[in-house]
């Protein structure tokens, strides 16, 4: 009996135009009910990441920056160096100045600040600090060498460079808890890497010229070495070039090479040739001998070709006057022939002189290949000879390269020696900052800020991950699958719904005007009859069964509200009358279903359930209960069954097998998700089709959806 009829239009798609919302993956209305609903433990903790970062930003020692400001160049400015000369290339610039601020931070240029501040001697430097100095010394070291690691590891801890991409000039910090001791040390590490990098420097250029003078006294003497052992070799096996000049760094081309070169040269010519003759020949010799190029262009065999035309010509004009025997087609026979044997003859000659020209060409071919093969011959030898003049002409020019490039070197050197200027100067001396970098109460107030709105986040997700209740429309559609008929706002007690179903304008009536008009379009004949179920008791479904059928009774219906629920009745206390007399009796056929009938308001009936039985299932199996249906169809127009809940019970199966629409009640906020969802999957395998849900008890404020959902109550309180 329960028929499947077309759904009514989704709460979604009624509001799709309204919202107006594009779908970005995250719902971001649903992100805000879900703060909204845990507003409270959500302001908690970010009050409380607030407080923390207040506290923690109180209690922190200033620290105070003082910067020095150095200009870093590629190689130093001195007056022997030439304007046009550039010492650096723009491929190498970036990793030389990075390798300056490695040397910068590094461990040597921490101890040498130390040396040279002599801040290992006291305390001041770990009570300006505000460090503990050690009192003990480490394995395998002494106090004083203890001393001077910990002060280094505090400088490295607390210095920092930067240099912007695109400039040279390098920022050197320093950071201390005292604003003037910052800038002492600031300057002082500027002063030691300066010093430092001369004193490399100056190291670097002595040793430099000294390797250099020894490496260019062995460079001169094997390069002269080389030159003479070129020469001797070279005048020893006649090895000179065409031009008549001596051996020099290149090797020299002999006159038997060049003329081997220019011989093979014509033999490629001559092949090319020997096969072009040949193709020709061929294609004379055993294709059509009209199709020859040469026969074709020959002036002879053109004259022949049209004499023979025109006498053939005659001689069909005149064949059908004359009789072949005639002397005139004899005569015409004989020119014939002559023509063309004359034409044979031809070209047969074109092919004589093709394959002369082959014959030629192959034997000019032949004999350059001859001489080819004689004069490489003839230098293979000599090429031999010349394998080992081109290793020695390979060492002179190496060695000549060496010299010139260490001659170079050691000139640069020496011309700098004694000049050495740093590529390292300071622009602008730290000064005593006035304020302290850390802490920054602004900066640790956004951060908490943000940690907070993270942490009430990451609360609000796990609270809603754990919690599935169903509290929005949208689960009904997009969880359940099941179409959206309405929703009932929340309220509390008998007599206030009761209250507000006597004003037609106040928000309950105004929800179960909508619900009515939803329920209207489930059939084509009208509503018929109707079985209100839920998925778990105390979700409000027999609420909803009296403030429809109040609903359908006002509009002028005539309706009869049926307790189907046998096990826990509820209609008789709403409607504030006995159930001493109801269904089980009419089920057991004690008495007609118009003795249990009473009327409670105009056009509203009720049938309580009457005695509960100690079997329910076996009351609905029955078929008493298909007569007592079939009786109050015929009597009244809409016919609302207020059902048991689903789980764990066999009554409402039963019941929705015999009635034709059936309305699954789900209570907001209370609700399980997998409950409901299981209860859904039990109707829809005994084959009940479920016409829609109601969503009970809604609070769109407490929810979170204040205006989207709220609006349409509020606008009918403002109204009423």
Not at 267 to 282: M, Q, V
Not at 342 to 348: E, P, T, Y
Not at 529 to 550: H, M
Not at 696 to 717: I, Q, T
């Amino acid at each position: 009996m329960n028929a499947t009829v077309p759904p009514p239009e989704t709460f979604e798609d009624a509001f799709a135009d309204e919202r107006g919302m594009p779908d970005f993956g995250i719902d971001l209305r649903r992100v805000w009910a879900a703060i909204y609903r845990h507003r409270f433990v959500f302001g908690g903790l970010v009050a409380l990441v607030l407080a923390a970062a207040i506290v923690l930003t109180m209690i922190t020692t200033p620290v105070f920056s003082a910067r020095t400001a150095m200009q870093i160049d590629s190689d130093t400015s001195d007056v022997l160096e030439e304007e046009t000369s550039f010492r650096s290339f723009d491929w190498d610039v970036e990793r030389f100045l990075q390798t300056q601020i490695d040397v910068l931070l590094s461990r040597g240029t921490a101890m040498q600040l130390v040396e040279d501040m002599e801040l290992a001697r006291d305390d001041t430097f770990f009570d300006r600090m505000q460090v503990p100095a050690p009192v003990v010394p480490a394995p395998g070291k002494t106090l004083a060498e203890t001393r001077q690691d910990s002060i280094a590891r505090i400088l490295q801890g607390n210095v920092d460079a930067d240099l912007p991409r695109y400039s040279r000039i390098l920022d050197l910090t320093f950071e201390s808890p005292d604003a003037e001791y910052a800038a002492i040390i600031s300057n002082a590490y500027a002063e030691a890497f300066i010093a430092s990098n001369l004193e490399r420097r100056f190291e670097s250029s002595s040793y430099a010229r000294e390797y250099l003078q020894e490496q260019l006294a062995g460079a001169k003497k094997a390069l002269e070495d080389a030159e003479r052992a070129q020469v001797e070799y070279a005048r020893a096996n006649n090895l000179v070039n065409l031009d008549g000049g001596s051996t020099g760094d290149e090797t020299p081309l002999s006159l038997t090479q060049q003329t081997l070169i220019n011989t093979n040269d014509a033999l490629g010519n001559a092949r090319n040739a020997r096969i072009i003759a040949e193709e020709r020949y061929r294609a004379a010799r055993s294709g059509d001998p009209m199709q020859i190029p040469e026969v074709q262009t020959n002036g002879y065999i053109g004259q022949l070709q049209q004499e023979l035309a025109m006498v053939e010509a005659q001689q069909g004009r005149d064949a059908s006057r004359y009789k072949a025997d005639h002397p005139v087609m004899q005569e015409y026979s004989r020119r014939t022939a002559s023509l063309r044997n004359d034409l044979g003859k031809a070209v047969s000659d074109v092919r004589g002189s093709l394959r002369q020209q082959y014959q030629a060409a192959l034997r000019n071919e032949r004999q350059l290949q001859g001489n080819v093969n004689r004069l490489r011959s003839g230098t293979e030898a000599e090429q031999s000879r010349r394998v080992q003049f081109n290793i020695l002409a390979r060492e002179t020019a190496t060695n000549r390269d060496m010299y010139d490039a260490l001659l170079s070197r050691f000139q640069e050197v020496s011309a700098s020696a004694g000049v050495t200027n740093s590529n390292v100067s300071i622009i602008d001396r730290a000064e005593t900052p006035l304020a302290p970098v850390r802490p920054q109460p602004f900066v640790n107030l956004a951060l908490g800020l943000i940690a907070g709105l993270a942490l009430g986040c990451l609360y609000v997700f796990l609270r809603e991950f754990v919690d599935d209740a169903a509290r929005t429309p949208e689960d009904i559609t997009e969880r359940f699958g099941l179409p959206f008929l309405g929703s009932v706002p929340k309220l509390t007690g008998t007599d206030e719904i009761g209250t507000s179903l006597d004003n037609p304008k106040s928000s309950v009536s105004e929800a179960f005007a909508a619900l009515r008009t939803s329920l209207g379009l489930l059939g084509k004949d009208g509503l018929g009859d109707v079985l209100i179920t839920s998925s778990q008791q105390s979700e409000g479904k027999s609420f909803v069964a009296y403030g429809i059928a109040r609903s359908f009774a006002r509009e002028g219906r005539k309706v009869l509200v049926v307790d189907a629920d046998l096990r826990r009745p509820s209609q008789h206390s709403i409607f504030g009358v006995s159930r001493e007399r109801g269904l089980t009796n009419i089920l057991t056929r004690q008495i007609k279903p118009a003795e249990a009938a009473t009327q409670v308001q105009e056009n509203l009936d009720l049938i309580p359930s009457g005695p509960l039985p100690p079997s329910v299932p076996e009351f609905f199996s029955g078929p008493s209960f298909q007569e007592f249906r079939d009786w109050a169809r015929a009597n009244y127009d809409i016919v609302v069954f207020d059902g048991p809940p689903v789980m764990g019970l066999a009554d409402t199966v039963l019941l929705a097998q015999k009635i034709e629409h059936l309305i699954f009640m789900v209570e907001a906020g209370r609700a399980s998700q997998g409950r409901t969802a299981a209860a859904i999957r039990r109707l829809k395998t005994n084959e009940v089709t479920i016409d829609g849900a109601v969503l009970n008890k809604f609070d769109p404020h407490s929810a979170g959806y204040g205006y989207e959902y709220g609006y349409y109550y509020s606008y009918a309180s403002e109204t009423a």
